[in-house]
Nanobody, 125 residues
Framework: QVQLVESGGGSVQAGGSLRLSCAAS????????MGWFRQAPGKERKGVAA????????YYSESVEGRFTISQDNVKTTLYLQMNSLKPEDTAMYYC??????????????????WGQGTQVTVSS
């Protein structure tokens, strides 16, 4: 059973930083696509960043490019999202997700099979 558990959310002021973590279990995801998505109240879930875990190649949405960094630990069991220069519009529930690596290359939530429960990020102005 694949399990993804996010942590690291919280409340910060604009300009601050947070690092989210996603602990994966139930499979060896060395050849998976791992991603971060977010959903604000009343809005659709949108992709933030994703990476090919086998190569480490990452890609980002335009709204976070240059501010957020997705990474993984050396044993590829934990995914991270370093978020810098946070803005109030970054406020959302953040979700970790996984998919077969063949589906990597986009940030379409429908391509991802496994999801965590989410962690809340609130940025105040």
């Amino acid at each position: 059973q694949v399990q993804l558990v996010e942590s690291g959310g919280g409340s910060v002021q604009a300009g601050g930083s947070l690092r989210l973590s996603c602990a994966a279990s139930g499979y060896t995801y060395s050849s998976y696509c791992m991603g971060w998505f977010r959903q604000a109240p009343g809005k659709e879930r949108k992709g933030v960043a994703a990476m090919y875990t086998s190569s480490g190649i990452a890609y980002y949405s335009e709204s976070v490019e240059g501010r957020f960094t997705i990474s993984q630990d050396n044993v590829k069991t934990t995914l991270y999202l370093q978020m810098n220069s946070l803005k109030p519009e970054d406020t959302a529930m953040y979700y970790c997700a996984a998919a077969p690596e063949s589906r990597c290359g986009n940030l379409n939530a429908g391509f991802f099979d496994y999801w965590g429960q989410g962690t809340q990020v609130t940025v105040s102005s």
